[in-house]
């Protein structure tokens, strides 16, 4: 489930599913979409923090629940039906006027990363760690792929998404993915204490700031999120996901077609 807490400046957003390793369900998406248009309203809300519980920040989507369906007869439609729900939210995060903190105490895997991604500032710890794995399960990195590229750069993207690399918190504050690490035990108060930085200024300034940040590619990046969930969903039903996502399951190596 996704917790929410208000403590004005900020408002903060929990991915609290510790028994998956915080992955997200359809359900859970929809939670923080709704979260995302409450905390938008709330004129007392300057930021948000995106955290979670557990050890691990987010492992990406609930791929039991997705595996579930690409059993069905109708999996490309169920496909496009989840695809849509993603890029909603990533939308959601980028068009939100107001910054999105995301305060990283873990793993972010796949989708977990595109997350982190369209935050607005990265706070991690000594345990945050960044990789894509999306490839070792047949499927495709649709929303990760251009964030990735627009934040970190193409050659970045390549070695995160083609080339498997993982990132520790070192190597991604080296790169401009984390912007502050601190300890684990310090991790909401930091990002709280920038939210309260952000609320010493102007709430237009802020606001129009972020569509400036996010209009230098503007059309391009929101064209490359609908091309990479056409892409997801096609990947999705193909005979490699289809191996990857059973492999997952039984818990073995894939055996690729």
Not at 216 to 221: A, C, N, Q, R
């Amino acid at each position: 489930m996704i917790r929410l807490k208000k403590n004005a400046p900020s408002g903060t957003m929990l991915i609290d599913a510790p028994a998956t390793r915080n992955a997200l369900s359809r359900e859970m998406i929809g939670q923080l979409i709704d979260a995302i248009s409450d905390f938008h309203q709330d004129k007392s809300v300057r930021a948000l923090i995106l955290s979670s519980t557990g050890s691990t920040f987010c492992s990406g989507i609930n791929l039991m629940e997705w595996q579930s369906h690409s059993e069905e007869l109708d999996a490309i439609h169920q496909w496009q039906q989840v695809a849509a729900e993603l890029q909603e939210l990533i939308e959601a995060m980028m068009r939100l006027p107001k910054p999105i903190i995301a305060a990283v105490d873990g793993p972010a895997l796949g989708f977990g990363l595109a997350m982190v991604l369209a935050s607005d500032l990265v706070v991690t710890s000594p345990n945050a760690e960044f990789e894509v794995p999306s490839s070792r399960l047949g499927l495709v990195s649709g929303f990760t792929v251009p964030l990735a590229t627009f934040r970190l750069g193409a050659s970045t993207a390549s070695r995160l998404v083609l080339g498997g690399q993982k990132l520790d918190a070192v190597q991604a504050q080296q790169i401009g993915l984390s912007h502050l690490q601190v300890p684990s035990d310090q991790i909401w108060a930091a990002a709280n204490q920038w939210a309260c930085k952000i609320a010493e200024s102007s709430a237009e300034s802020i606001q129009l700031s972020k569509r400036l940040l996010n209009e230098m590619v503007g059309e391009s990046l929101l064209m490359s999120l609908a091309s990479g969930a056409a892409m997801l969903a096609t990947a999705c039903s193909t005979e490699s996901a289809v191996e990857g996502l059973s492999a997952f399951k039984d818990k073995r190596p894939p055996k690729f077609p």
